[in-house]
């Protein structure tokens, strides 16, 4: 009787595996942040502390991009595999715009904050709202980058390329909506 031959697994299995360890380790960072919160909030008399603005409308339509690029992400996705690719480029490059967009309106929003004196000094309030919001920006100005990369190698490479960069990017995008969501929940749930 002989041995089933040994089968390795393939580098985008590998990777997908890096990749899910990477996100598990964020994912850490961002509910550490989360649970800070809401320590903050359970220990204060008063949430939010009279006299705060409420939070900019700017977080629904922020939502809403988000979304959108999480979608016009897994489109780019689904299509790397296909013949000939089709939307590939077409959803890599909406999901860059809606991204910015992203990042445009998150800080639009801290403008209209800064504007009526709502700035990270003003109280725990304020400083808990701009750290998650402003950790989560950061991870997705971190996100442009590859999205970007493998966008113009998308562009240049055509039908060559292996597009494994697609499925890490895919992955990363798609987490830092859920991030999100949770973020936005818990802002809308906390009053914050």
Do not use: C
């Not at 629904?60 to 296909?82: D, G, K, N, P, Q």
């Not at 690719?85 to 309106?105: D, E, H, K, N, Y």
């Amino acid at each position: 009787m002989s041995a089933a031959p040994a089968t390795t697994p393939s580098r985008l299995a590998i990777g997908k595996i890096g990749m899910g360890w990477f996100l598990a380790s964020l994912g850490m960072i961002f509910a550490a942040s989360v649970v800070g919160l809401l320590w903050v909030r359970a220990a204060a008399e008063v949430w939010p502390p009279p006299g705060a603005p409420s939070l900019p409308r700017g977080l629904w339509l922020s939502t809403v991009l988000i979304v959108l690029s999480t979608l016009t992400m897994e489109w780019a996705r689904r299509s790397r595999s296909r013949p000939g690719r089709p939307g590939l480029l077409g959803g890599l490059v909406s999901t860059l715009v809606l991204g910015i967009a992203f990042l445009l309106a998150q800080t639009r929003g801290w403008f209209v904050l800064a504007a009526a004196d709502f700035t990270a000094t003003a109280n725990l309030y304020a400083f808990t709202y701009y750290l998650l919001t402003a950790l989560h920006a950061v991870h997705v100005l971190g996100g442009l980058i590859p999205l970007t990369v493998v966008t113009l190698r998308a562009a240049r490479r055509g039908e060559a390329w292996p597009a494994h960069g697609v499925v890490y990017t895919a992955m990363y995008w798609h987490f830092l909506t859920v991030v999100w969501l949770v973020l936005f929940a818990v802002f809308q749930l906390t009053g914050s």
